[in-house]
């Protein structure tokens, strides 16, 4: 299984930023795809996910601002992240969990200047 994921940048606060993630391989029927985040010296934490079912979870200070999202295939999903704050800049991975297999594609710079 390989992730790619795509849309890091830089942007102001405030702005916009849509981040992608496309799974390739071996990918079951039933799996949890999202995004965590990781900063300089810290770990990487959960910033959102979705089951094939459609169903989110949020990290408490994304759930006003962030939604994920299935893209037209099941194995792609979108982070449409508005009103970002500097605090959100970090090194974003995509991760799929299916069964016992966990995988993350490579991490994706968000840079917020205030």
């Known amino acids: 299984v390989q992730l790619q994921a795509s849309g890091g940048g830089l942007v102001q606060a405030g702005e916009s930023l849509r981040l992608s993630c496309v799974a390739s391989?071996?990918?079951?029927?039933?799996?949890?795809m999202g995004w965590y985040r990781q900063t300089p010296g810290k770990g990487r934490d959960l910033v959102a996910i979705?089951?094939?079912?459609?169903?989110?979870t949020y990290i408490d200070s994304a759930k006003d601002r962030f939604t994920i999202s299935r893209g037209r295939t099941k194995n792609t999903i979108d982070l449409q992240m508005s009103g970002l704050k500097p605090e959100d800049a970090a090194v974003y991975y995509c991760?799929?969990?299916?069964?016992?297999?966990?995988?993350w594609g490579q991490g994706t710079q968000v840079t917020v200047s205030s």
């Open positions: 991760h799929l969990a299916q069964r016992t297999e966990s995988y």
């Open positions: 391989g071996s990918i079951y029927r039933i799996n949890v």
């Open positions: 979705i089951d094939t079912a459609g169903r989110t």
